[in-house]
């Protein structure tokens, strides 16, 4: 039973470039949410979200930050015009979401904004 | 979710059993306490999670004071393997948002 995965790794972007973020959930996973953790400092909570639905947002910047999880395939945290603060580790989790389950991570992809 | 405190880092030697505290004078009586662990340059993962009893697993064991404003997790022997940053997490069992709430854990440190 594969894992939560995230591609790319590892994301070298340009200021003013889009990332993008993909992450497939556990099998039977329909709920995702997203993490980001800047250089030397803790994970925060950026959205919690279901298929088709966005069901917690209170984590994610205002602007240039987006992220959806479609019907079909996995879930995206999209980041347009990055800029250097941008640079982080970008985590996925699912689970089946009950309030306490346990969420599993995947491995991160590491942005670095030059 | 309430509040917990942990020590910023601990030590061990190889070998030897680890007791990481943490405090959380705040919590309410549907909060259960999870522990998870961040291996350097990987994702966190789950360790153990207990609500008022004692719990063990083949990872660790964790011991919840009577008045549940602490607890411990027990690693029995640790290795090299167990150097990473710990998180102690308090989670409500209602619907109210389902994130994780992470705080700035506990290094450990694992000497050969």
């Known amino acids: 039973n594969a894992g939560v995965m995230q591609n790319p790794r590892h994301l070298v972007r340009r200021r003013g470039q889009e990332a993008r973020l993909r992450c497939s959930p556990m099998?039977?996973?329909?709920?995702v949410y997203w993490y980001r953790q800047l250089p030397e400092e803790g994970l925060k909570f950026m959205v919690y979200?279901?298929?088709?639905?966005?069901?917690?947002e209170s984590g994610m910047p205002k602007e240039r930050f987006s992220a959806e999880f479609p019907k079909e395939g996995p879930s995206i945290l999209r980041i347009q015009q990055v800029v250097r603060g941008d640079s982080a580790a970008y985590f996925c989790?699912?689970?089946?979401?009950?309030?306490?389950?346990?969420?599993?991570f995947g491995p991160g992809t590491r942005l670095t904004v030059l | 979710d309430a509040k917990t405190t942990q020590p910023n880092s601990m030590e061990s030697n190889e070998e030897e059993p680890v007791h990481l505290p943490c405090n959380h004078s705040?919590?309410?009586?549907?909060?259960?306490i999870h522990w998870y662990r961040q291996l350097p340059s990987q994702g966190p993962e789950y360790v153990i999670h207990?609500?008022?009893s004692n719990v063990n697993n083949r990872m660790a064991s964790l011991a919840i004071a009577e008045d549940r404003k602490s607890s411990t997790l027990i690693l029995h022997r640790a290795t090299l393997r167990d150097a990473a940053v710990y998180y102690c997490?308090?989670?409500?069992?209602?619907?109210?948002?389902?994130?994780?709430?992470f705080g700035g854990g506990t290094r450990l440190m694992v000497k050969p």
């Open positions: 207990g609500l008022t």
């Open positions: 979200l279901q298929k088709e639905n966005i069901i917690d």
């Open positions: 099998k039977g996973h329909s709920h």
């Open positions: 997490i308090l989670r409500r069992s209602n619907n109210a948002g389902n994130m994780l709430t």
């Open positions: 705040t919590i309410s009586g549907t909060d259960y």
């Open positions: 989790a699912s689970n089946g979401g009950g309030s306490t389950d346990t969420q599993y």
